[in-house]
């Protein structure tokens, strides 16, 4: 199947500082990325639809000025949390849409992000 | 909206056994249901898709699973579980319309004991 690269998959920060998180599809061209969430022994929540060239489309209750979110090219898609917050410390996992008229989803490895 | 509900938290089985995860969709028009697993630290790996077709559908490692219109359940099954099997099984919907967008049940958590 296709693959999704996510970098880094672990990171620890500060509290204030900014994260940037990269999803990059490797074998094909992903028109539509997805970001989720995904708190210790809890479902994936999706945080945000990113198309490329447009703006993301954020789910009810996702800030987007604080979950900044870019797709500018066809293979790469990026989450910036913004001067993260302990509570900010999570799991994050990127999906990218296959071609196919199906519309499988392919996941990347998920990065688990730490805000001390 | 559409949704999907996975009732059991955990599912124990001795490896050898036939395995079943449990699912029921709600949807408005068709489902596109989907089974994923997760190992610890890791995203998501695909194992299997309805979209129409055959109620029967084969996946990746063995699996299976079957669709059921008259119970809206898409449960997963495997003939003989391998202790290797053991990880974090997502059911998921497609969100409707245009959208590919997918909505995760609550997970279960497979355990093979050897």
């Known amino acids: 199947g296709a693959v999704v690269s996510q970098h880094p998959s672990r990171v620890i920060c500060k509290s204030g500082t900014s994260v940037k998180i990269e999803c990059r599809s490797l074998?094909?061209?992903?028109?539509?990325m997805f970001w989720y969430r995904q708190f210790p022994k809890q479902s994936l929540m999706l945080m945000a639809t990113?198309?490329?060239?447009?703006?993301?489309?954020?789910e009810q209750g996702v800030e987007k000025d604080k979950f900044l979110i870019n797709h500018a090219s066809l293979t790469l898609s990026t989450l910036t949390v913004t001067s993260a917050h302990p509570e900010d410390s999570s799991f994050y996992i990127c999906s990218a849409r296959g071609t196919g008229g199906t519309g499988e989803l392919f996941f990347g490895e998920g990065s688990r992000l730490t805000v001390l | 909206a559409q949704s999907v509900a996975q009732p059991e938290d955990q599912v124990n089985v001795a490896e050898g056994n036939p395995l079943t995860v449990k699912c029921t969709y709600s949807?408005?028009?068709?489902?596109?249901l989907f089974w994923y697993v997760q190992y610890p630290n890791r995203g998501l790996q695909f194992l299997l898709k309805y979209i129409t077709g055959d109620n029967l559908v084969k996946g990746s490692y063995g699996f299976e699973a079957e669709f059921n219109k008259s119970q809206t359940s898409f449960h997963l099954k495997k003939p003989s579980a391998l202790v290797s099997d053991s990880a974090l099984y997502f059911c998921?919907?497609?969100?409707?319309?245009?959208?590919?967008?997918?909505?995760f049940g609550s997970g279960t958590r497979l355990l093979v004991r050897p």
């Open positions: 949807v408005s028009g068709n489902p596109y």
């Open positions: 990113s198309n490329e060239g447009s703006k993301a489309t954020y």
């Open positions: 074998d094909f061209q992903a028109t539509t």
């Open positions: 998921a919907v497609r969100d409707g319309g245009s959208s590919y967008k997918l909505i």
